[in-house]
């Protein structure tokens, strides 16, 4: 058996794209976006690992984000207009996985870990920030296509800080792994 410093199926440097090579030099937070719709008795949830974002500070505030058009979070939020975009710490590194469908999440992403219900749709208890938010405008549609993504503008009309100092460490994501400073 050998040990390899770099995945044994990742293409060579020279048969990857060098947007995303670009992209991947650059330190992106982890958030998950969740969303809900429905009542009680036919209530969906659905949520998205998502890492391409920024904030926009203004009155009002924006989250700004690229999402996966195809994604179950985009069709709850276009029937929702509604959702929690919630900042994950170090800790929560397994949950961003489970929520990236890159991990196994035995009964769905949102068995594994606690969910307060807001206004917005479901906010992670203990996460270190989270922000309630509405879609901004008419749902994107395929002119929003950005890249491979959809372009989300999402109105911030509430924030919800934990003390920094409970917080062990921003997740952020860099070249295909996880870090934290």
């Known amino acids: 058996m050998t040990i390899h410093n770099e995945h044994p199926f990742l293409p060579g440097d020279a048969d990857r794209s060098p947007v995303r090579r670009l992209r991947g030099r650059l330190a992106s937070p982890v958030t998950v976006w969740t969303a809900e719709r429905g009542t009680d008795e ?68 949102f068995k594994q870990a606690d969910w307060q219900d807001t206004d917005w749709g479901p906010a992670l208890q203990g996460c270190s920030a989270w922000a309630g938010c509405r879609l901004a405008g008419e749902p994107a549609t395929e002119t929003d296509t950005v890249g491979w993504g959809l372009l989300v503008r999402l109105v911030i009309e509430h924030t919800e800080l934990r003390d920094d100092s409970e917080s062990d460490g921003p997740l952020v994501h860099r070249r295909g792994r996880y870090h934290t400073f």
Do not use: Q
Request: avoid cysteine.
């Open 42 to 109: 036919d209530r969906r949830r659905a949520g998205l690992t998502v890492s391409s974002l920024l904030i926009a500070d203004g009155e009002p505030g924006y989250v700004v984000g690229m999402i996966d058009p195809l994604s179950d979070l985009w069709d709850v939020l276009r029937a929702s207009r509604s959702a929690v975009v919630n900042v994950l710490d170090w800790r929560r590194r397994s949950l961003a996985d489970a929520f990236g469908y890159t991990a196994p999440a035995p009964g769905g992403p």
